[in-house]
Nanobody, 122 residues
């Protein structure tokens, strides 16, 4: 099993910044990619950004140019730097990772964190 623990959410004014972290733990053999999703009330879950171990990134169109995803492969940790925040960025941000462990059956599975709330006031 793999556990993902997010931190760094909170309340910030419009135009402000926050940095989210997500640390993966467990008997991890490989973890790739790592990603951030978000879910606002009565809206579908959407991809915010993803990053591979080779640091190839993909961003959702609504955050491109404002958010930056990065990762520390040695620590199995992914970060999301959020700048120029807007009220419409308010959501629960969830960490996601595809990972394989040293435990049978040694296959990739998708894991989710519990989420961290980000609230942007106008």
């Amino acid at each position: 099993q793999v556990q993902l623990v997010e931190s760094g959410g909170g309340l910030v004014q419009s135009g402000g910044s926050l940095r989210l972290s997500c640390a993966a733990s467990g008997s991890i053999y490989s973890i790739d990619p790592m990603a951030w999703y978000r879910q606002a009330p009565e809206k579908q879950r959407e991809l915010v950004a993803s990053i591979t171990s080779g640091r190839t990134t993909v961003y959702g169109s609504s955050v491109k140019g404002r958010f930056t995803i990065s990762r520390d492969n040695a620590k199995n940790t992914v970060y999301l730097q959020m700048d120029s925040l807007k009220p419409e960025d308010t959501a629960v941000y969830l960490c996601n990772a595809d990972a394989a462990t040293f435990e049978y059956p040694y296959i990739y599975d998708s894991y989710w964190g519990q989420g961290t709330q980000v609230t942007v006031s106008s």
